[in-house]
């Protein structure tokens, strides 16, 4: 890629005073998580992960999605933060603005790179609820215990199945973090798209919400999204190979 439109990117954010970094599955894939619409590889190849994450697959069978998400977050956790992840962080360090990460990644290579101002839009994967929110939404679980044969385990409190706290296909997001992004996207002057489809709702329309209230679009994917339209800046690539050099130029 040519240092052109890099420098120009470089340039709105370096003039920016509110900036909202918004990221997807993309950004963890050069870390060994895999997307959600990508083929899966091994045991899980057959099955299509958008069938698997929803409320109605655990009800029909809560023994292979609780065995899906055990695999993801060994995953995840044998995962390390990759460049891109580093590079967004020191962003945030970086910048005498205010520099807000919303991803709607269930992993933590965000926080574990170094970024400390971050809204998670679809949960954490490492944390378990109650599926019946017997307590309310959510029924947080901190501790279980795990049969030696991996069943799903029970809530303490109602004795219900647990699941990961994860937003599922057809789930509504967690109301303050959804709350704040919205506020945050409103509020920017440039809004940094990374490594998302742009195909999910709501966080597919925070862009057009940022763009529409005067902020300046960027976009890093190799891919063209919904999102590349109102995108001023396009940045075709990965962003484990593009977002360290924005920061090389930002700090030269
Ligand atoms: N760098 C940047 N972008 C990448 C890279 C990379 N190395 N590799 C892939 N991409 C792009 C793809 O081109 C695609 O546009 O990342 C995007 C990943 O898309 P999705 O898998 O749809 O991920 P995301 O947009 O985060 O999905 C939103 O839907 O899958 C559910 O709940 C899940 O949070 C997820 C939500």
């Given at each position: 890629m040519s240092q052109q439109p890099i420098q120009y990117a470089v340039d709105l954010i370096r003039t920016a005073r509110n900036i909202v970094i918004l990221t997807g599955a993309g950004v963890s894939k050069e870390s060994g998580v895999p997307t959600f619409?990508?083929?899966?590889?091994g045991l899980w190849a057959k099955y299509d992960p958008q069938q698997l994450a929803t409320p109605y697959?655990?009800?029909?069978?809560p023994q292979l999605v609780w065995d899906?998400?055990?695999?993801?977050?060994?995953?995840?956790?044998?995962?390390?933060?990759?460049?891109?992840h580093i590079a967004l962080a020191h962003l945030e360090h970086l910048h005498s603005g205010n520099v807000l990460t919303i991803t709607q990644n269930v992993d933590d290579l965000h926080e574990r790179a170094g970024t400390r101002s971050i809204i998670h839009l679809h949960g954490n994967i490492a944390q378990n609820k109650c599926f019946e929110a017997c307590q309310g939404e959510p029924t947080q679980i901190d501790t279980i215990d795990l049969d030696d044969d991996g069943r799903p385990p029970h809530c303490p409190h109602c004795g219900g199945l647990v699941r990961p706290d994860v937003v599922w296909f057809g789930e509504s997001l967690p109301v303050q973090a959804i709350n704040q992004a919205i506020e945050a996207s409103q509020f920017?002057?440039?809004?940094l798209v990374v490594g998302t489809s742009g195909l999910v709702n709501p966080a597919a329309q925070l862009p057009k919400l940022a763009a529409q209230n005067g902020a300046t679009v960027?976009?890093?994917?190799?891919?063209?999204?919904?999102?590349?339209p109102i995108?001023?800046?396009k940045l075709n690539g990965t962003s484990g190979d593009l977002l360290p050099q924005m920061i090389a130029v930002l700090e030269a």
């Open positions: 619409r990508e083929a899966m590889h697959a655990f009800r029909a069978n899906w998400y055990e695999w993801r977050r060994g995953l995840v956790r044998e995962a390390q933060p990759n460049a891109g920017c002057d440039v809004m960027i976009e890093i994917n190799p891919d063209t999204t919904p999102i590349t995108a001023k800046v």
